[in-house]
């Protein structure tokens, strides 16, 4: 069974944000917080995650504490893309 | 609370309709965003456009605005989805219990869409315009019961802002003042009750202040991430003027400044040169992926 690399996965998020915000985050910073992204980046971000990672963010796991960091965002990509059930890991 | 109600016993102009059912007249910005606030709240709505295109690419647009309204924890838990239906015709509005016309701000087609409404809608049926500045009772002359129409000034996006100006015209009647609360608690939507006039409060203050952003820009005294950064980090503005004009749609804006200045004379109300140039090299802000800003 291979476990996606959640570290790769965080510096591929990492340069991603700071190439279309111009700044440089840190993977533990909250983006969203007073003077940080706005909620509309946020839904980019979202778009951007489901067709780089071929995943679907749903119900419960669509919620804005989820992609407050890049850490958070890495997890919750590891997570969904991890084959369901292990039958076939 | 109604019970739901029985499709057999159902006729045109019964008098217990389902308890909300909107048509939304206009499938831009503000009637997608609207739109997308109903059915979040579990409400029906059947959304009309001229615009076959338009329509079809509004279906679109709900769908990605429904996910965000939902990131954002904006919509109500356990309320299923209410069933969206979209067309070109107005005949639709017949079996809404409120009709909200958001069409492009020119008062002669707002004028003409509310005018054919009126007589297609049971009497008592709730007619909001959303208009930014036309005044109310100017379009409720158009009507057949200019008591029925109501302002509701939902700002954009309408499912993350919770307060909503509402417009009592002259000629507004106290049937629909009821129903527009009704409807707006429903969508869980704070009203503040304001008289009738151009541009109401927010986009008699607001669009003159974009405007003099846009003025500063084209002098050159500032560039519109400064302007914007200023105003966010000293006046602590939530998003900086341009960035709203972005939002709101350039196009809109000039309309609407348009209308305020032909109904004020205020000069501050004139559309800066640099707004009407934006219009006219299609930079129309976020729905155009281009205005001060790029989205693309
Ligand atoms: N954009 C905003 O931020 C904002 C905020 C509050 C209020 N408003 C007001 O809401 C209204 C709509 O603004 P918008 O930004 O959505 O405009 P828009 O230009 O994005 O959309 C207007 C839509 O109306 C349609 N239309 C034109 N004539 C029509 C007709 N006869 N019947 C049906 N549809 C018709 C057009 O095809 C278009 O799709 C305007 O009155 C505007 O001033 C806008």
């Known amino acids: 069974m291979s476990t996606p690399d959640t570290h790769t996965l965080e510096k591929e998020l990492l340069e991603f944000l700071e190439g279309r915000t111009g700044t440089a985050w840190d993977a533990d910073t909250d983006l969203f917080d007073a003077g ?29 504490d989820n992609f407050r960091t890049v850490r958070r965002m890495a997890e919750l990509v ?8 292990g039958q076939h890991g | 609370m109604r019970l739901k109600e029985n499709p057999l016993t159902t006729a045109p102009y019964d008098d217990s309709p389902p308890r909300h059912a909107l048509t939304v007249l206009g499938a831009g910005v503000m009637g997608v965003g609207i739109t997308v606030l109903a059915l979040g709240h579990g409400l029906p709505v059947h959304l009309v456009d001229v615009d076959r295109e338009r329509l079809d690419r509004a279906a ?19 309320t299923p989805l209410g069933a969206l239906e979209t067309g070109t015709s107005l005949k639709a509005a017949a079996g809404a219990t409120a009709v909200v016309e958001a069409v492009t701000e020119n008062a002669a087609i707002k004028a003409a869409v509310l005018s054919e409404v009126s007589g297609l809608v049971r009497p008592g049926t709730l007619l909001i315009t959303n208009t930014s ?29 919770g307060t909503a100006e509402v417009v009592r015209g002259a000629r507004t009647g106290d049937h629909a003042m009821a129903a527009v609360a009704a409807l707006l608690t429903a969508l869980r939507r704070r009203a503040v009750t304001v008289r009738d006039a151009p541009g109401f409060v927010t986009s008699r203050i607001l669009h003159p202040m974009i405007n003099d952003a846009a003025r500063v820009v084209e002098e050159g005294t500032a560039t519109a991430e400064d302007v914007d950064a200023l105003m966010q980090g000293c006046l602590g503005h939530p998003t900086g003027p341009l960035r709203t004009a972005d939002l709101i749609g350039i196009d809109n804006l000039v309309d609407s400044l348009t209308v305020l200045h032909e109904r004020t004379g205020d000069e501050g109300c004139r559309p800066a040169e640099l707004l009407l140039r934006l219009v006219r090299e299609g930079r129309l802000g976020r729905k155009s992926g281009r205005g001060f800003y790029d989205y693309t």
């Open chain 1, 36 to 64: 940080g992204l706005s909620s509309l980046f946020a839904m980019q971000v979202v778009v951007h995650l489901e067709k780089t990672y071929a995943i679907a963010v749903r119900g419960a796991d669509l919620r804005l």
């Open chain 1, 78 to 85: 590891a997570r969904l893309q991890a084959p369901a059930g």
């Open chain 2, 133 to 161: 500045s036309i005044p109310v009772d100017e379009l409720a002359g158009a009507l057949e019961r200019p008591e029925e129409l109501v302002g509701t000034h939902f700002m954009n996006p309408p499912y993350l802002i």
């Open chain 2, 60 to 78: 679109d647009l709900i769908d990605g605005e429904l996910r965000l309204a939902e990131l954002m924890g904006a919509l109500p838990a356990g």
